[in-house]
């Protein structure tokens, strides 16, 4: 990438043409890209027309759009002013009204076949939806109508994802997921309550670069971010491994940072990549388990919000050790003499065992007798 380019890039993003090699490189990282993605990323964001965005809320808490606040590689105000053109979204809209709602219908006219549609929230279905409206239409209608003309879908937080909290038990508004009602074209389904931004972010960049979606698993997920499951790349993973598990809430193993898959944990049956790379750039107390807390599941269907928290994970391919230790194993001590005498009595019941075997070697049972005679 020529000088020129870089300079106008330190312009427009107010961004060191170091900072934005290192945020090119990490989005590379984090798709799990070859070596020089970053560079095609790089002037893919510097050469590409914004892509206009409709972002729409439907039964959600707007936690993913706070997610995306706190993103801090772009910050927000970088990413809907230079990278994006966020045409509509409710939350950070300055307009209300009748002037929101023509600003959407203006950007979809205008951007037909080109702009990314992202949801926010589950679509309520029973009694024609009309759990859920916008600007006197409901969920349902703004969906199929947006989704149209849409060049990508993006289903953003585990509610747009599958359905999350609104369509648990007993779900009465039929609440689902995106991809349960837009059959025509792919879904990029981003679960989680809520996910990191920068999965969104990096499957935004991944189009802008390539002009395609990432690759995407059985449900509709980008593999770079719901490859492997949690239980993987935890850091309590080595006290898994070792049988070392907290037994409940402020016990010592608790305190010492012990497993938590016995209070719960759903790390091991749950796809996504939060420990790799955690929320809001602060470190490791920035997800559940790094406060203590067992991974509840959000980003999968039929976990998150449907079995209990505290029930026990169903391991997807990583299973506890046969046995397990101790929370506290003294150091130093000798044998016991309730030991020792277990030991012995264990010893000498091997002990009469292999006498008996071996003074019982070379005999005969009775009814063998008649072996060999005629």
Known sequence: MNDDILNAIETRLGLSRRSFMQFCAAMAATMGLPKGADAAIANA????TRPPVIWLHFQECTGCTE???RAEHPALDKLILEIISLDYHETLFAGAGHQAEAARKASMAANKGKYVLVVEGAIPMKDGGIYCKVGGHTALDLVKECAADAAAVIAIGSC???GGMPSSAPNPTGAVGVDEIIKDKPVVN???CPPSPYNFLSTVVHYLTFGKLPELDGKGRPKFAYGRIIHENCERRPHFDAGRFA???????????????KLGCKGPETFANCPSIL???????????????????CSEKGIGFTKPIHSLAEPVYITPPESYARIVEEQGQGITLASGATMAVIGGLAV??????????????PEDSSIGKE
Request: charged share 15%; with cysteine; hydrophobic share 35%.
């Open 279 to 297: 929320f809001n750039d602060i470190g490791s107390g920035s997800w559940p388990v790094g406060t203590g807390h067992p991974c509840i599941g």
């Open 190 to 192: 981003i679960p989680g």
């Open 247 to 261: 037994q409940e809430f402020g016990d010592e193993g608790h305190r010492l940072g012990y497993c938590l898959y």
């Open 45 to 48: 964001i510097a050469s590409s």
């Open 160 to 162: 747009a994802a599958w």
């Open 67 to 69: 997610s995306m606040l």
């Open 352 to 365: 009469g065992a292999g006498a008996k075997f071996a003074a019982n070697l070379g005999k005969k049972k």
